[in-house]
């Protein structure tokens, strides 16, 4: 995507100049792997923004990254100290997003490069909010010598799904009938698998714990790997081919089990939904937090380790996992955060944080949050205008 971004800078910048000679074209917004289209809108005379779909915390790592970068003698995994960043709570080394992890490879200059590329901008969108990451957010607000001011915009969520109702309709009528707060919702995400030895410790691990569940079972990955975040790398073969034998028998008066998918907003609106198993994407853990649902984290890849440490330790609405040297979560241990989260003070404890950040998260859009101060920003500066009224007033995404 970064390399298509620079091939097309020559023919979005005479798009632009095209577009400003009918149109009152006030700015451009680029997305985290197009930060070199920056050039263009400059070339064309406009202001530029990035927007960041995911947190503060990962953004302000991009944006230190071309610092640490030439400061740093060794991988991430091998540093003794966590990384500290301004405002944030320190993640060790091992956790730090995993296109870091190898400083040799080609995704790993690029994302120096985007770092570099981001101070370029007049502004910077993000998809989070102050109450989440309150201390990055107070000092990324604040523009500095060579970086632009961060606006926290969020959350925003996809509300609906193109599926059909009566797809949809099975386990939200089970849900239904369960009573409220008492379901532990499982799901790794659309891109996330485990292998078959992981999936036999979630099985096992959700029977032991005696807890009313709703399973998201997804076929694990061909390839062998603890877990994966490549699309086609789940096995054809029927998930619940896949399952221990006897499980789905023995659970079925409190547990259910669905293929590949469900309507997770759903879901996690539902008064029945008291936990959620979450792989710590932030689409995922922004919906959870909008409905006020607690988390037990399990991260696989990208940025979702670090969102995990931020959840746990900063935010205070996760539970983590313990996992073999092999990264393998057993049975005992999954079983044990399942009850302490349904039942326990700790399940407690992250509970009342995550229903603040709720009812934080439905503040969010109110006069005197930081997404309609942005918008007056705009205004009166006669820059881009968030829902502009003028039909030729346009802002280009």
């Known amino acids: ?167 949809r309709a099975e386990c939200l009528d089970w849900l239904d009938k369960q009573p409220a707060n008492s379901v532990l919702y499982v799901s790794f995400g659309s891109g996330g698998t485990l292998t078959k030895e992981q999936m036999d410790e979630v099985a096992y691990g959700l029977e032991l714990s005696s807890q009313r569940f709703l399973w998201v079972v997804r076929s694990p990955s061909d390839a062998g790997d603890l877990s994966s975040n490549y699309y086609d790398a789940e096995s054809k073969r029927d998930p619940f081919a896949f399952l221990p034998e006897g499980f789905r028998e023995r659970t079925k008066e409190r547990g259910m089990v669905v293929s590949s998918w469900a309507p997770q907003m759903k879901v996690l609106a539902h008064e029945a939904t008291g936990g959620y198993v979450c792989h710590c994407g932030w689409n995922s853990t922004l919906e959870t937090v909008v409905q006020g649902v607690p988390i037990i984290a399990w991260p696989l890849f990208a940025e979702q380790k670090q969102n995990a440490v931020m959840l746990s330790e900063g935010a205070g609405i996760a539970l983590r996992l313990e996992k073999r040297e092999d990264g393998v979560v057993e049975r005992e241990e999954i079983a044990r955060k399942v009850r302490e989260l349904m039942e326990g003070d700790e399940g407690k404890r992250v509970r009342r944080n995550v229903t603040e950040l709720k009812e934080a998260a439905a503040a969010g859009m109110k006069e005197g949050s930081s997404s309609m101060a942005l918008a007056r920003w705009w205004r009166c500066g006669g820059k881009v205008v968030v829902g502009a009224k003028d039909a030729d007033e346009v802002m280009i995404c």
């Open 1 to 167: 995507m970064s390399v298509e971004a620079v091939r097309l800078i020559p023919a979005i910048t005479s798009a632009l100049k095209e577009l400003k000679t009918h149109h009152n074209v006030v700015g451009f917004v680029a997305d985290l792997f197009g930060a070199d289209t920056f050039d263009a809108a400059r070339d064309a005379g406009l202001r530029s923004y990035l927007f960041f779909p995911t947190n503060l915390l990962t953004l302000s790592l991009m944006l230190h990254l071309p610092e640490i970068d030439a400061n740093l003698t060794c991988e991430f995994k091998e540093l003794a100290e966590p990384v500290q960043l301004p405002g944030c709570v320190p993640i060790p080394g091992s956790e730090i997003l995993s296109p870091l992890q190898d400083r040799s490879s080609e995704c790993y200059k690029w994302m120096v490069h985007h770092g570099e590329k981001y101070r370029e901008a007049d502004a910077i969108l993000v998809n989070s909010f102050d109450e989440i990451e309150p201390d990055v957010a107070k000092i990324l607000r604040q523009p500095e010598p060579g970086r632009p001011p961060v606006y926290p915009i969020g959350p925003l969520i996809q509300t609906g799904s193109t599926v059909d109702k009566e797809s």
